[in-house]
Each structure stands twice: as C-alpha cells, then as structure tokens.
C-alpha cells in the first residue's frame, strides 16, 4: 500500500452493530428494492472500506409512506413521552460517542478527538430538543370582542425530508431529525453520500432509544441516485417540510422545487464570511479566535472565515503570529492521536483548494505558509495555507474555498471594509476584533450575516438560533426558534360564549 497504516484504521467499535449496511424504513433493516449498493470511502486512501445501498424512488417512496403512516400516532404522543425518547436517544448517543467518532473519522477523515467533539455537539442538540419537546406552548389572545376565545396553538406539520451534508455527519442530521422528532413530526432522510454510515448508527441508537416504527425512515444513495430519492420526496405534498444543509445551487433548486406542493422550508446553505481585526484589537485572541473558527474540520465548514481583513497598522503583526500557528498544524490522518488536520472529503475538494491558492498567487499575492498538497500522507491533504496581499479580483473572494487556506486582507477604513464584508451575495456568519464599544454596536447592526461573532470565534451552540440570510438560506436550527420550524400555528376561535 502506498500509505502504510492508514488502511489499517480499526473501524473495531466496542458494539459492532453500530456498524449497519442496510436502510431503515418503517422499521426493519433492509436492502434497496433493486438490491444496488454503493461504497463508501476513506477520505485519506480514497479506497472503499464499506458498502450501504444505494436508494431509487421505491425506496424513496417505501420511507414517505412509512412516515406519513406513522405520523398520527407519533403527533397524538404526549410532549412529555416523546421527550423522554428524545432524551434516551441522547444518553445513548454519549453513551457510545467513541464508536459512532470512529466512524466520523473514517467516513469524513476529522482526527478522533474532533470527531468526540462533533459527537458531543450533536448530543447538545438532541438534549437541547429533549427540553424544548415538554415546553411547547401557544398563545391564549385577548378577543376583541365579547364572547370569544381565541387561541393559537402549535401542531406538527407533518412528515419533514432531511437532507444532510458530509462535513458534520452527525451534528447536521441531529439537529435536523432531534427537533422533527420533539414536535412530533414523522421523518424521511438521506445523509450525504460520502457519510452514511454514522447517520446509520445514530438511527440505530434512535431505534434502541424507542422510536417507534416508521417515525424514522433512512435511505442512504449515492450521488448518481440521491436526486431520484430527492424528487420523489419534492413532488410528493406528504412532505410538508424540507430540511437541508448544503451548497447554495443545489437549495435554490430545493426551493423552486417544493413551490408546486408549497413545503415549508430550512435552507441552510454556502456562506463567505468576513473576519475583521481592527488596529485595537487583542491581537491574541484575534489569532486564536481565527484558528478555531477556520480550521475546525480543516476548514469545511459553512461559517469557517473566507476572507480575513486585518487593519493595516496590525497586519503584519497577526500574520505573523498567524502564519507560525498555522504553520505548526500536525496535518496526518486520523489515525495519529497527534492529528489537528485531516484529509479533505475527496479529491474535488483538494482541488479547488489548490486552484483558488494558484489562482491568488498568479495574481499578485504571496504565501505566508503552506500552498502544497502533501501526497506523502494520503490522498487528499492540503497544508494549512496563509496567502497576503490578496485582492478582489481572485477567486476564493466570490467562491467558498471549504479548505485550509486564509487569505488576509489590508484594509484602514471601517466603513470601507464594512462594505467590503457585505460585498457577497452570502450572508452566513460573519466575525470582528476590536474593544471599541461603539464599534460593536455599529458593525453589529451593519453586518449582513445570521451570525455575528464578536471577539469570538466559536460561536456555534444548540441554545443559539443558527441560519443565514441573503444567498446563505433561510430557517433556524438550534434554539427555542429551531422547534419552531418544525410546527406551524393553528388558530382556534369560538364563539357563542358571551
Ligand atoms: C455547517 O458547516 O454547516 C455548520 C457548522 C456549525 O454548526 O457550526
């Protein structure tokens, strides 16, 4: 093997049925109709290490009509009862978080104690859901007139579609079935192609928790077949709600695609956020506060900064400083306890983390750190890049990058790179440095972002509402909100009571 030891990553899990191979639809474990498979791939050798099958509409539609069956027990299920389910598949999920990180780790390539901590992420959330499920409440309305009672009261809008990304295989579909789940909702799902195997056990966990039969329903495809599993989910007015979490291109076609059978929607979608550091910032926790906000899953995350401006009178202080923590990165694959960065999902994304370095350096901007793929450890590594004097005109400034490269700006103007940061069609998190009070309050009202992280770079909770605006989508996960968008209002008034 040209990378000896990387193909021998255990997956050996203390339970090794948390290793399924088969769907789950109305449950029972089970084949796809027509009996096709796909493999699924270790990121760092991209060599097949396991196999799921891979859906078509039958089985598409075989999930649907579970969940829409199972929908008027689940919904009729006292709050308290499906909270108490909720909350045991959060236990279990801890319960077991070392098995279900392996297989983070294989599937998706983070290093093992990233992969603990997504685990733990996605339990937050699934604890967070256990909570809201036994606090749901509507509204009593003061009438305006004599002899009525008006009340507006929150019911589960029925089967919601889930469609998950690879980069948080666990904490993205968590956060999207716990919520469903707690309202009273029935679910289909599909996780990304490339990660189904740790949304298979957290279903299998789920299962083990209670969950009755037919609440939730999981096929996993590949990307030749997810659309046709998709389609049947988007046509059918069953579906009374789509969840995703993926590329901008692909929720615009979501949401023109749900318009004919009006779904409700949550979009969480590409973002290109702004990390500012003005010339009074604590330079420290600015560097830290970018290490943890960029490099978490080696950068292949939605609200990772994409474009770093840094006042002019500091520049070259961070970047030094930025460039020797970056530089000191231990990139390896996850089977080395040392790791802090592992391989990226596939070759595509190597690629363009490659084309937007030589594309920025073949205009103008110089390497402060990194710019190389690193064959010597796997397939597809990247080193942890730091590019200056970057400019406008280059790629990564209206593209995403989803990979370990920073590219710092100059700027010396608030107002200038106000607009600079508001510059994107996106509209995800954005971030600032600076202990100007004012400042804050005006840079937190200026920017146009869901997420504002202010001399923080860690912002991500189950207790906040996360989301986008502009071409970063619409919807709230996490929160009392995250509920919300799982349930719509029904207003009751009665009359004939004066
Ligand atoms: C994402 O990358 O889509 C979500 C990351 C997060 O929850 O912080």
């Known amino acids: 093997a040209p990378w000896p030891g990387i193909d021998a990553m255990p997956l050996t899990l203390q339970r090794s049925d948390l290793q399924r191979s088969s769907h789950y639809i109305g449950g029972r474990w089970c084949e796809a109709v027509g009996g096709a498979r796909h493999d699924v791939e270790d990121p760092a050798t991209a060599r097949a290490f396991a196999s799921v099958p891979d859906a078509d509409a039958r089985d598409a539609n075989a999930a649907l009509e579970a969940a829409h069956a199972a929908f008027p027990a689940w919904r009729a299920v006292p709050a308290r009862d499906r909270s108490r389910i909720v909350a045991?598949?959060?236990?279990?999920?801890?319960?077991?978080?070392?098995?279900?990180?392996?297989?983070?780790?294989?599937?998706?390539?983070?290093?093992?104690?990233?992969?603990?901590?997504?685990?733990?992420y996605a339990a937050s959330y699934i604890e967070w859901f256990a909570g809201e499920a036994a606090r749901i409440t509507g509204d009593v309305i003061a009438a305006p007139v004599a002899g009525r009672q008006m009340l507006a009261v929150k019911e589960p809008v029925g089967v919601i579609a889930a469609i998950s990304p690879w980069n948080f295989p666990a904490a993205m579909i968590a956060r999207k079935i716990a919520p469903a789940l707690a309202a009273g909702c029935t679910v289909v799902a599909k996780p990304a192609e490339d990660t189904p195997l740790t949304a298979l056990a957290l279903v299998a966990l789920a299962e083990e928790a209670g969950v009755p039969a037919g609440v939730l329903n999981l096929v996993t495809a590949s990307r030749a077949n997810a659309p046709a599993v998709v389609d049947v989910w988007l046509q059918d007015a069953r579906v009374r709600k789509l969840t995703f979490t993926g590329s901008t291109p692909v929720g615009r076609h979501l949401a023109r695609a749900s318009a004919d059978t009006f779904k409700k929607l949550s979009l969480e979608l590409g973002g290109n956020a702004p990390f500012i550091v003005f010339d009074d910032a604590d330079l420290d926790a600015a560097v830290d506060g970018l290490m943890a906000a960029k490099f978490r899953n080696a950068g292949q995350t939605c609200v990772s900064p994409n474009r770093v401006y840094v006042h002019d009178a500091v520049h070259d202080a961070f970047v030094g400083k930025l460039a020797a923590r970056v530089a000191a990165l231990k990139v390896a694959p996850a089977t080395d306890p040392q790791a802090q960065i592992g391989p990226l999902i596939n070759a595509k994304a190597v690629e363009k983390v490659d084309r937007h370095v030589q594309d920025a350096l073949s205009k103008g901007a110089t390497l402060a750190t990194g710019g190389k793929r690193l064959p010597e450890l796997g397939t597809n590594f990247y080193q942890p890049t730091v590019l200056t004097g970057v400019g406008n005109d280059m790629e990564f400034a209206c593209e995403e990058t989803f990979g370990p490269m920073v590219p710092v700006f100059r700027f010396d103007d608030e107002a200038a790179v106000v607009a600079e940061a508001n510059g994107t069609p996106y509209g995800l998190a954005s971030y600032f440095y600076t202990r100007d009070v004012r400042r804050i309050a005006r840079l937190s009202a200026a920017l146009e972002s869901g997420l504002v992280g202010i001399n923080e770079g860690a912002v991500a909770s189950e207790a906040a509402p996360f989301g986008g605006i502009k071409a970063s989508g619409y919807g709230r996960e996490g929160s009392r909100h995250g509920l919300d968008e799982y349930m719509h209002f029904k207003y009751l008034c009665q009359g004939g009571l004066g």
């Open 88 to 120: 045991r598949w959060n236990a279990l999920v801890l319960q077991h978080k070392e098995d279900l990180a392996r297989l983070i780790s294989r599937e998706q390539g983070k290093p093992l104690a990233e992969a603990i901590g997504e685990i733990a």
